[in-house]
């Protein structure tokens, strides 16, 4: 999609509108993947411990990354 120019009214398609949803989408999750990881990882691996597994352990590790990629999925879906 080519950047909105000064001649150009606000009326958008809905395929424009989509892209740009799509693009706030990959946004949020861009920010989410660098800015929120290590919260996300370690309440994931709060909710593992209070299940009784190890968070540290190296099934607690892969555990907890699965489930804060599986949330990005969502969020991104």
């Known amino acids: 999609m080519l950047p909105l120019q000064p001649t150009d009214t606000f009326e958008l ?3 424009q509108e989509k892209q740009m949803l799509v693009e706030l989408v990959d ?3 861009d920010y989410l993947a660098d800015e929120m990881l290590d919260t ?3 309440m994931a ?3 593992i ?3 009784g597994i190890d968070s540290h352990s190296d099934f607690g590790s892969d555990l ?3 489930m804060v990629m599986r949330l990005s999925v969502n969020i991104a879906n």
């Open 13 to 15: 398609s809905a395929q």
């Open 40 to 42: 996300l990882l370690e």
């Open 45 to 47: 691996a709060n909710v």
């Open 64 to 66: 907890a990354m699965d």
């Open 49 to 51: 411990e209070r299940k």
């Open 27 to 29: 946004d949020v999750t």
